[in-house]
């Protein structure tokens, strides 16, 4: 994996260096959002778009571990190199647990919830809004997805927000604000969403199924392996039964041994009979 060319950890994270000269906040508030935003567990079944988003991930979070250390961003500023660093985008780490390490601690089920109680009404979700609908050209597909914790159902209040700015001429009018906030566009929104959720809700049900299933069968072959080991088992016992004579004919052999010895003449008396 290699940084796009031409692009710098920055743009990875969509912000400006400026921005992070002025408050230091930014980079954590873009990781986080691109983290959402790109996490491979977001994104559809399809084995490219899953790869893609999966790289897009781990360059933020490469981005992150960079430009939120004071030392390594000082110089990567000053010397434009990742130095050391550059192994870390080799493919030689162990991903996995890096990324279970970094998501959990900045973003984890129970962050996500708590920051979103407190971001969603704020007047910084309000700037982020008027920020992206200005980038966007009024796009509001585009808006959801760079605005934090952001769904369909959130356009209505993305709209008064706007139409409230655009009235006290803090931003312009674009043609594709109107275009993209029509019912239909918003149904089409909506439709969309919930398709993605009833996705992600049966890759959950099958992944369950299959584990119950690989359990179910593997107590099916326990109990195969078990019957199959009785089953030998009688076979061996049967086998050793059937060459062992029976208590009776060993009887009757025993019997049969014991009156031909009393029969048998023995050397001795036969030489006295002889004279």
Avoid at 29 to 48: G, I, T, V
Wanted: aromatic share 6%.
């Amino acid at each position: 994996m290699q940084l796009p060319k031409g692009k710098s950890l920055y743009d990875v994270l969509e912000i400006e260096k400026h921005q992070v000269d002025k408050d230091i906040g930014v980079i954590k508030k873009a990781y986080r959002r691109l983290a959402l935003q790109y996490h491979p567990d977001k994104q559809s079944k399809k084995p490219s778009t899953t790869d893609d988003s999966t790289q897009q991930f781990q360059l933020v979070g490469f981005a992150y571990s960079i430009l939120n250390d004071p030392a390594k961003r000082k110089h990567y500023d000053v010397t434009g190199s990742l130095d050391g660093d550059d192994s870390f985008l080799s493919g030689n780490k162990d991903w996995t647990d890096y990324f279970k390490e970094l998501w959990q601690g900045v973003v984890s089920e129970e962050t996500i919830v708590a920051h979103a109680s407190k971001y969603q009404g704020s007047d910084e979700e309000v700037q982020d809004v008027l920020k992206y609908y200005t980038n966007c050209k009024g796009n509001m597909d585009h808006v959801l997805a760079h605005v934090e914790h952001s769904k369909a159902t959130d356009v209505p209040r993305f709209i008064d927000m706007i139409n409230t700015a655009i009235k006290d001429k803090a931003v312009s009018t674009y043609p594709a604000f109107a275009k993209t906030t029509t019912k239909a566009a918003q149904r089409q929104r909506i439709r969309k969403e919930e398709k993605e959720q009833a996705e992600a809700t049966k890759k959950e049900d099958d992944d369950d199924d299959g584990l119950d299933s690989l359990r179910a069968m593997m107590k099916q072959r326990q109990e195969q392996r078990k019957g199959d080991m009785d089953e030998m088992l009688a076979t061996m016992e049967e086998k050793a039964t059937s060459k062992r004579p029976s208590t009776k004919r060993k009887r009757q052999l025993d019997d049969d041994e014991t009156t031909a010895t009393r029969k048998k003449p023995s050397k001795a008396t036969n030489n006295n009979g002889s004279q």
